[in-house]
C-alpha cells in the first residue's frame, strides 16, 4: 500500500487515517506528488494497523520520525455519537491530537489537523479565523479544545477548518450530504431535509488543494475552508434534483425542529473563506457546477458498475 515517490524533492507524507472520506481523497489526490505511508484500523488496506482507542502512539514512533509532514485525519464526526459516548469520542478527538502534537517535539514534523465549524454556535455568522469558539455541542467542544492545545503547543502547525463537505465516496465510508442524497434520489425514496440549517458546503477537491498548497509551502497558519455557496440541506438536494429528471422522489421541506437529535445543532455556520482564497490561492467552483460534475460522475459509476454485475 505504501506509495513512495523517489523524487528527492518529495516530502514523506504519514497520513493517519487514510481510509475516512477525508483520508482516501487525500491520497487520491494527491499520490503522484508525495511519498506516502497510510495508517488506520484496517490491515489489508493500510501500511501501519494502529487502532487510536487501544494503541499507545509510541508504536507509531518510527513512521512518526520518518515523516516531514502527519496529516491527521482521525476523528470522530458523528456529532450524536460524541454527545452520547463522550469518552471514547475525547480519545479521538482531543487525546489524540494532543499526544501527536507533544510526540512533535521529539520528531520535528509539520503537523496538518482537521478541525470544524462545530466549534461556532450559529449565532452570528460569516465566522472567520479570529471569530470566537462558542460550541454547543460535546463534539464542538472537544475540537475547540484540541485546536488551543495545539496552537498554545505545535511550532508546526497547520489548522485546517473544513465545513460541511461533500462528494464522492471512494471507499466504504459513512455518508456524505452528496452520497446520501443522490442515493436516495437515484432510488426514486422521498425524502424531508432541513431548511433553516445553513452552511456554505465544501466540495472534497477544495480541501485537498489547500493540503497540497499548505505541505509544499510549508504554511503554518489556521484556515477556515468552505465553498462559496450558502444553502440549507432542502437547497442542496433540490440542486441534485435538478441535475436527476428522471428522479421520482418527492423533496419536503422542514425545519429543524421536525428532526429529534442528541446534539444541538448550530443553525448557520457559514464561513467568510477570504483568508484561504488570498493565502492559498483556492477558490471554489459554484455549487451548481460542482454537483452537476458529481451527478453525471455517480450516474456514470453507477451504470459501470452494473454492467460489471451483469457480465460476472
Same mark, same amino acid.
Given at each position: 500500500m505504501t506509495t513512495e515517490n523517489k523524487s528527492t524533492h518529495?516530502?514523506?507524507?504519514?497520513?493517519?487515517?487514510?481510509?475516512?472520506?477525508?483520508?482516501s481523497h487525500t491520497l487520491n489526490s494527491l499520490k503522484d506528488r508525495y511519498s506516502f505511508r497510510t495508517v488506520g484500523r484496517q490491515a489489508d488496506s493500510v501500511d501501519r494497523q494502529f487502532d487510536v482507542y487501544n494503541d499507545d502512539i509510541s508504536a507509531l514512533s518510527k513512521d512518526l520520525d520518518w515523516a516531514d509532514v502527519v496529516v491527521n485525519c482521525f476523528s470522530n464526526g458523528d456529532v450524536d455519537s460524541c454527545e452520547v459516548n463522550p469518552r471514547p469520542s475525547a480519545q479521538l478527538n482531543l487525546d489524540f491530537p494532543?499526544?501527536?502534537?507533544?510526540?512533535?517535539?521529539?520528531?520535528?514534523?509539520?503537523?496538518?489537523?482537521f478541525?470544524?465549524?462545530?466549534?461556532?454556535?450559529?449565532?452570528?455568522?460569516?465566522?472567520?479565523?479570529?471569530?470566537?469558539?462558542?460550541?454547543?455541542?460535546?463534539y464542538g467542544r472537544l475540537k475547540s479544545e484540541a485546536d488551543n492545545y495545539?496552537?498554545?503547543?505545535?511550532?508546526?502547525?497547520?489548522?485546517?477548518?473544513?465545513?460541511?463537505?461533500?462528494?464522492?465516496?471512494?471507499g466504504e465510508q459513512r455518508h456524505n450530504p452528496f452520497s446520501f442524497f443522490f442515493d436516495?434520489?437515484?432510488?426514486?425514496?422521498?425524502?424531508?431535509?432541513?431548511?433553516?440549517?445553513?452552511?456554505?458546503m465544501l466540495h472534497v477537491d477544495v480541501l485537498t488543494q489547500c493540503i497540497e498548497k499548505v505541505?509544499?509551502? @510549508? +504554511?503554518?497558519? $489556521?484556515?477556515?475552508? %468552505? #465553498?462559496?455557496?450558502?444553502?440549507?440541506?432542502?437547497?442542496?438536494?433540490?440542486?441534485?434534483?435538478?441535475?436527476?429528471?428522471?428522479?421520482? @422522489? +418527492?423533496?419536503? $421541506?422542514?425545519?429543524? %425542529? #421536525?428532526?429529534?437529535?442528541?446534539?444541538r445543532r448550530p443553525l448557520d455556520t457559514s464561513f467568510d473563506n477570504q483568508k484561504m482564497k488570498s493565502l492559498l490561492g483556492v477558490h471554489p467552483i459554484s455549487l451548481s457546477n460542482s454537483i452537476e460534475a458529481l451527478v453525471a460522475g455517480a450516474i456514470s459509476k453507477s451504470l459501470t458498475d452494473d454492467d460489471i454485475r451483469k457480465a460476472a
Open positions: 518529495s516530502k514523506r507524507i504519514l497520513l493517519l487515517g487514510s481510509t475516512s472520506f477525508t483520508g494532543k499526544a501527536l502534537c507533544d510526540f512533535q517535539k521529539k520528531s520535528d514534523f509539520h503537523l496538518v489537523h478541525s470544524s465549524n462545530a466549534v461556532y454556535d450559529g449565532d452570528n455568522p460569516l465566522y472567520s479565523e479570529t471569530s470566537g469558539h462558542h460550541p454547543i455541542n460535546t495545539l496552537k498554545d503547543n505545535s511550532a508546526k502547525l497547520t489548522l485546517l477548518r473544513p465545513i460541511t463537505m461533500y462528494g464522492q465516496l471512494l436516495r434520489l437515484q432510488n426514486n425514496q422521498d425524502i424531508v431535509a432541513v431548511n433553516d440549517v445553513l452552511v456554505n505541505i509544499d509551502d @510549508s +504554511i503554518y497558519e $489556521e484556515f477556515n475552508i %468552505s #465553498g462559496d455557496d450558502i444553502v440549507s440541506r432542502f437547497g442542496f438536494v433540490s440542486e441534485i434534483k435538478r441535475h436527476i429528471p428522471s428522479s421520482s @422522489s +418527492i423533496v419536503t $421541506e422542514t425545519d429543524s %425542529s #421536525g428532526f429529534k437529535t442528541a446534539a
